[in-house]
């Protein structure tokens, strides 16, 4: 009969064996689960997607040049669709060799990334942009040259361009490489074409060229009053200090332009400043005056050059004035303007006012009946006409207008029956009628309308239908087939789309959409945890696409999560009050509607568990995941929050004074103190991870270092990750904290360690 110390320590034995045979167990489960989740990531999974065209290009003629993505490689096309025809655009081989040869490094053939294609009608000359750089490549001979820098704003017939040096405008000849200086009298805050809009610069002019290359329409920024912004880099040494100009809510001084026009005449180029006061640095669709391509925003030449049209909005966007200016004299005449309670915008990502001088009449965008629609204008008279669209439901872009058979072509959403966010292509009369709907797929439609006006490429797809791309002609008609995606590797590795789900928000009516994202070896008879990733708006929504994609978000559901994204009240896509409906009230963040959300998918679905809820986002999103954490601390419990506007009175000015509205003391506080996070650092209860990078010249890192400084006042425990010298999208150590983000959800909402050995290879 063995002792009781025997019987002892033969338990504890088999005690510590099983705990070794599960914990071993549970590694070699994490294991597998990041294998998944590494093979998921979009730079696996985007290359399983054939037959996918982008960069489509419209061509002098009609012809069509796209890049093809197959699963031997990507190649560059050109199709006719006036025959249906298509074929090899180039030799990729010798091209990608003459790129090298000139930009001095190896450009894989494969892996061209070529932008602003421009192809000559015989075929044998293609101008094109690579890293930001333009060259011209004989496709005979397959020699490339030096065009101009991406510094350099090149004028429409080709021979010109023109670009900043000490803070002038100068212009260089292409044909000769002959300089002009254009002004004169230009210095240090106080310079023509400046592109910098605080949370953003850039070296490229700010301009708009004339249709006949004759005029430039740009301004003098003045940054002289405005407040600077500092970052400190680290490394050995003394640091250096970064510091510009960026304007804060509240700042008496802001970015303001002074409009000019420069006359390009034969023997000197004459500056004509346009007589009016300085203009508030705003647009009616962004936070900058400066499109992508450096165009000068919310400015339209007349078709004859004579004259140019624009809006200038105030400081916090409630008024928009359209104008007319001679560039001879700088006369300048009020046309029309329009004046709303919170923020006016002209349309989604894209100006949507046009000017008909030889119709005396305006094409004007205006969401005053609470939805996105065009009205026409008096040009003459600034009278209103007559709507030529109306309804419930959104004009989004107007992308064509046929001047002589009297038509808008244009994106819209919220008309077809199913999903509110798919966008479609319609035409309609000048006059308002004759509607069409020219793209009768029941998806989303991503469209680029030739240069001549006879064709357009639709590309139109969902969550679970992969994209198919097609060119129709100006009445819908489809004329040839382009691609039809390939998903069949995707498919045979285990992805799966995303669900659809609809729920109701805060008010218990309004529809919300969202998507949720599954494990691939979800098991209903489990309990996961749920992560909610959040952008509140009010510029975009959580959900980023609802065309056919291979989101990021499957990677973390294959470490046994739920993810969810919705797109909340406050959000853009829908009515204008859907949008506004925290106006003024950022601490919101559409917070109450992710609630609603999580709690009704919990009772439709017995495997998600509500008691273990985590939330993440970045920049916007940082903020909204901090303010859930801080509004909401019983019902979530882990958030990793990311660059972060905590507090917007520490955000650039265009955003807080747009959707907050210009700042306003109260006493000792204003109408921003309230919704700062670090006044409710008290509240947190759960597992935050606060991150942010300290070169971060769009958020910058004091918004994060607000909320740390109260925690630490209020006693409370929270996690910090500070990367030197990232910006905002944290470069070199991007995949490092992604990493870092899922170990911090393992551990607080699942309880496990992450591998420390665990090799994702060149995919970071």
């Not at 002959?178 to 070296?203: A, C, E, H, V």
């Not at 970052?231 to 000019?260: C, M, Q």
Request: hydrophobic residues 35%.
């Amino acid at each position: 009969m063995k002792s009781l110390s025997s019987k002892i320590l033969s338990v504890s034995i088999i005690l510590f064996l099983t705990a070794s045979v599960c914990i071993a167990q549970q590694n070699d489960d994490i294991m597998q689960a990041y294998q998944r989740a590494k093979q998921f990531l979009p730079s696996h999974t985007e290359s399983l997607v054939h037959n996918v065209i982008s960069d489509a290009t419209w061509q002098i003629g009609g012809r069509l040049l796209y890049l093809d993505k197959k699963a031997d490689g990507s190649r560059f096309m050109i199709a006719y669709p006036a025959t249906g025809e298509k074929s090899v655009a180039f030799d990729q081989n010798k091209l990608a060799k003459a790129l090298s040869d000139i930009e001095g490094e190896k450009i894989d053939p494969d892996h061209l990334y070529l932008r602003d294609m421009r192809l000559s009608p015989d075929g044998k000359h293609l101008e094109v942009t690579v890293s930001g750089t333009t060259y011209g490549c004989n496709l005979e001979t397959y020699n490339c040259e030096y065009v101009a820098s991406g510094d350099e704003v090149i004028s429409p017939d080709g021979t010109k361009a023109v670009y900043i040096k000490d803070y002038n405008l100068w212009m260089r000849d292409l044909r000769t490489g002959q300089p002009t200086q254009l002004t004169f009298d230009g210095q240090k805050n106080y310079g023509y074409g400046t592109n910098n809009g605080g949370w953003i610069k850039s070296k490229r002019p700010v301009v708009r060229w004339s249709p006949d290359s004759k005029h430039i329409a740009t301004f003098r920024q003045d940054s002289r009053e405005v407040k600077d912004m500092y970052l400190v880099s680290t490394n050995v040494g003394h640091p250096r200090l970064e510091k510009w100009k960026y304007a804060l809510p509240g700042d008496s001084a802001i970015f303001r332009i002074e409009r000019v026009i420069i006359n390009l005449k034969p023997h000197h180029p004459e500056v004509v400043h346009l007589k009016m006061q300085a203009d508030a640095q705003r647009s009616t669709i962004s936070d900058h005056i400066a499109g992508d391509d450096g165009s000068f925003l919310d400015t339209e030449w007349f078709p004859d050059s004579d004259k140019l049209a624009f809006v200038s909005v105030t400081r916090n966007l409630q008024k928009a004035t359209l104008r007319i200016a001679d560039p001879q004299t700088g006369d300048i005449r009020t046309v029309l303007d329009e004046q709303v309670k919170t923020f006016y915008e002209s349309g989604e990502n894209k100006v949507n006012w046009h000017v008909l001088p030889r119709r005396n009449e305006i094409i004007w965008y205006s969401q005053r009946s609470n939805w996105g629609h065009l009205y026409m204008y008096n040009l003459k008279t600034g009278e209103l006409k007559y709507p030529i669209t109306k309804g419930d439901w959104n004009v989004l872009q107007v992308r064509y207008i046929d001047k002589k058979d009297h038509k808008i072509y244009f994106t819209g959403s919220c008309r077809q029956e199913g999903n509110p966010y798919f966008h479609y292509l319609y035409s309609i009369d000048f006059s308002g009628k004759h509607l069409k709907l020219l793209t009768p797929e029941t998806a989303n439609h991503v469209v680029t309308i030739s240069t001549n006006g006879k064709y357009f490429v639709d590309t139109y797809s969902t969550t679970d239908m992969p994209p198919v791309s097609v060119v129709r002609n100006m009445r819908g008609k489809k004329l040839m087939t382009l691609e039809k995606a390939d998903i069949s590797d995707l498919k045979a590795m285990g992805w799966k789309p995303a669900d659809v789900f609809t729920v109701k928000a805060r008010d218990g009516k309004t529809t919300l959409y969202g998507k949720l994202f599954t494990p691939t070896n979800f098991d209903s008879t489990k309990s996961y945890p749920v992560i909610d990733y959040i952008y509140p708006g009010p510029q975009t929504g959580s959900v980023r696409t609802w065309s056919f994609n291979v989101s990021m978000h499957q990677s973390l559901a294959e470490l046994g999560f739920i993810i969810v994204e919705v797109n909340a009240l406050g959000t853009p896509g829908r009515s204008k009050a859907f949008q506004d409906y925290w106006y003024g009230n950022m601490h919101d963040n559409g917070l109450p509607d992710q609630v609603a959300m999580i709690k009704q998918l919990a009772k439709r679905h017995s495997w998600i568990d509500i008691n273990r809820v985590g939330i993440w986002g970045h920049s916007g999103g940082g903020f909204a995941s901090t303010d859930a954490m801080l509004s909401y601390p019983d019902f979530f419990k882990v958030a990793v929050s990311e660059s972060g506007n905590h507090d917007n009175r520490n955000y650039e000015a265009n955003w807080g004074d747009k959707y907050q509205g210009l700042l306003k003391m109260e006493g000792d506080s204003s109408n921003y103190t309230s919704q700062a996070n670090e006044v409710y650092a008290k509240n947190l209860k759960g597992h935050l991870l606060l991150a942010c990078g300290l070169m971060d010249n769009n958020v910058p890192p004091s918004n994060t270092l607000l909320v740390a400084d109260a925690l630490i006042k209020a006693n409370k425990d929270f996690d910090m990750f500070i990367i030197p010298n990232a910006r905002h999208g944290y470069g070199y150590a991007r995949s490092y904290f992604r990493n870092r983000r899922w170990a911090y959800f393992l551990k607080y909402l699942k309880g496990e360690n992450a591998p420390h050995d665990f090799e994702f290879g060149s995919e970071q």
